[in-house]
Nanobody
Framework: VQLVESGGGLVQAGGSLRLSCAAS????????MGWFRQAPGKEREFVAA????????RYAVSVKGRFTISRDNAKNTVYLQMNSLKPEATAVYYC?????????????????WGPGTQVTVSS
């Protein structure tokens, strides 16, 4: 099983980034997928999740309306489009897979995790 995030980088406040997470080694379309983030000195927190079919999305209050999670089951990839980025979004972003198929929030529900990609938003 492998999850590999990409698309992180340095962006100015107000800018946009699109993260990707490529999955392999399991039946991607059977899993809900989520994005989490961990800022320096803080606990890892939920950002967004999508059910196995791509609908039923859920978002953290802090990103709702600015971030969009989507997936392409044909490409075994989940995305996180991040718009209107704020400096407080600076963190390592992780994608994760959950066999429960419905979008869930608790980290403990997720079986597989990627190594993360750094996002830095400058003010």
């Amino acid at each position: 099983v492998q999850l590999v995030e990409s698309g992180g980088g340095l962006v100015q406040a107000g800018g946009s980034l699109r993260l990707s997470c490529a999955a392999s080694g399991f039946t991607f379309s059977n899993y809900a997928m989520g994005w989490f983030r961990q800022a320096p000195g803080k606990e890892r927190e939920f950002v967004a999740a999508t059910r196995w079919s791509g609908g039923g999305t859920r978002y953290a209050v802090s990103v709702k309306g600015r971030f969009t999670i989507s997936r392409d089951n044909a490409k075994n990839t989940v995305y996180l489009q991040m718009n209107s980025l704020k400096p407080e979004a600076t963190a390592v972003y992780y994608c994760a897979a959950d066999y429960q198929r419905e979008a869930t929030i608790p980290m403990g529900e997720y079986a597989y995790w990627g190594p993360g990609t750094q996002v830095t938003v400058s003010s």
